[in-house]
Structures are given as structure tokens and as C-alpha cells.
């Protein structure tokens, strides 16, 4: 065996008997380093005659690559071993249960929100949002209350400080109805949203808290009439407490953005002192709605001889209490870890579909 020969043998028992990245790096500048052992014999190609450097300089080159492809090979066959190992050692056992002690619940009020928003969706309506902080134009005026209008008096409501002498004073809004001012002048007509979201009226006790959840829906097109407005919120209505044919009941009302206004109720009866959503003597009252005002349409720069539409407003609250059997309103708000996890609703079944425009 001549000397080359010995010494790729030698190399490529190193290579191969390598066990770590870092061993088959130091082998590698070992042998191919600017100081290695085949550099420093390439350089000693200079003394040779010029014969004998083409044919050591061809073995030389022969050697060198074949120590090249050896030591990328082996490092290849490494670095999987590597990854190999890493994923074994890091793995994560899913199949782990989690700690029921951290685990948390969803809120009736989100729960509800996102059973109502579904059904909606399914009738073709998106999701749209406004500021909790309003301006009085959006909050009233828009809405045909002007500002001497005694539903004014009616609303109860958080006035916060003007923020420069002149300027409008702005409100804690006390309905989500400024998302229909704000949504028919973004997108003008034809439309057909939904704006749920919290609502503040100065106002406490048994039936009313201060901060609340109201849903709004609003529906412009050509041609839109009350049929329509019935069948939309019938179908709501019997999908929300899983009731086909829910009796529902019809009762004029005033709002000063809509004309006709009505309001409805659904029949109910008492069981036991609670209060059960079906075919019944009693009636409850669940939400306001009606047919567009004209002015408010005009207000809002749409043509009210080409486009009408309906819209109604619903208390979120109301609806958990009477599907979810909740006694009492306030204890929505007490953060009571015992209530939560009795009414809260498992992250992994409840209905997720929150999402915005
Ligand atoms: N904004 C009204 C309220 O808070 C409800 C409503 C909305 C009525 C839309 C009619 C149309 O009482």
C-alpha cells in the first residue's frame, strides 16, 4: 500500500468512527485545513519535477475529494441523528389533559353574542363595529333625536367632558344604533349588518346595570317592507331557543329612527318561579325594531324613495337570562369564580364565529 493510499484509509476510518459534528469538524480541518495533512502535502508539489507533480497533483486532487464527499456525507448522517434525538427529547404529549384547576370558561354574554352573530350570518349578515366613546351626532342626532328631543331624557346618559371649549361633548354610548349611522355613511346602501357590543346607561338595580350588551341589526335594500323585518327576526327567534313556530307577538311602539316601530315579545310561561321560553299566558319583551326613518336614511346621504330598510336593537343579557336559565342580571358582572364555572361554557364546545369585517 503506498503512502497515499495509507492515508486516505487511515482519514476515512477517523470519518467514519466520527460520533459528533463537532469531532468530524475538527477531522475536517485536520486533513483540509490551511495547515491540514493534504494541504501541507499539495504544497510540497513545488519541489517535484513536472512530471512527477502531474501525476502526485492528480492523486493528491483524487484524495482530497474523496476525503470532501466522506466528511459530507458522515455530516449529513449526523446533523439527522442530531434531529433525530431533539425531536424525541422535545416531543410534547399532547394527549396530556389539561389542569382543570387553570382552566377557564367562556362567558355566557360571549357565548350568546357568538350564537347570535352565527344565526345572523347564516342570513347573509356581516359584522360590523363602532367606538364605545360616541359622538352625540352618532348617538343621537343622526338618529332623528335632535337635541331638545325628550328620548333624550330616556337614555340615561354618561356625558364625558368636551374636549375643547365648542366642541361637541361626547357620550358613553347608550345603544349600539351609531353603528348604523356609521355603517350606512362608510358603505351607503344596499347593506345588511350586524353591530353587537356593550352599551352604558347611568342606571342600577335588579333589571339594569350599568354597562350592558345590545346586538344591532340593520337591513337596506330596494323594496325592503315589515315582512321582511318579521321573517328575519321569527327565524332568529325560533333558531335562538331551538323553538320552531316560537309565538311571538307584535306590539306598536315609538323610537324616533324608525317608522312604524314596534316591539316584541316572546311568549313564555313560569315553572317552578323560572321563567321558560315556549308556547304559554306570559309574554316578555326581548327587542325594539322597525322600519328605517326616511330621515334618518337622508341623514345618512342614502335616497329614502329608492331605499328602505329595517333595523332592531336587542338586549345580549335578556336573551342568556331566558335561554340559559340565569335568575339574576347583576351576577353577569360580580366575576364570581363559582357562578362562572356553573354558566360558563367550555372553550372546546362553544360556538366561536366573533369575527369582524
Ligand atoms: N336602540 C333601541 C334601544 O336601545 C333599540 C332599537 C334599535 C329600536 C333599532 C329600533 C331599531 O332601545
Redesign the pocket.
Known sequence: MNELQFIAERLLAQINSASALQELETLRVQALGKQGEISNLMKNLGSLSPEERKERGALLNALRDQITTSLEEKKEILEAAQLQERLEKEKIDITLPARPQVLGTIHPISQVMYEMIAIFRNMGFSVAEGPDIEEDFYNFTALNIPLEHPARQDHDTFYLPALDEGTERRVLRT?T?PVQIRSMLKKKAPLRIIAPGRVYRSDYDATHTPTFH?I?GLYVAEGVHMGHLKACLQTFCEQMFNQPQLPLRFRPAY?P??EP?AEIDIACYRKEGQLIVGPGQDWLEIL???MIHPKVLENCGIDSTKYQGF???MGIERVAMLKYGIPDLRSFYEADLRWLRHYGFSAFEALMEGTSE
Do not use: I, L, R, V
Open positions: 345603544h344604533s345590545q344591532e323610537f329612527f324608525t316601530s325594539g325594531c322597525g333595523a332592531f336593537g
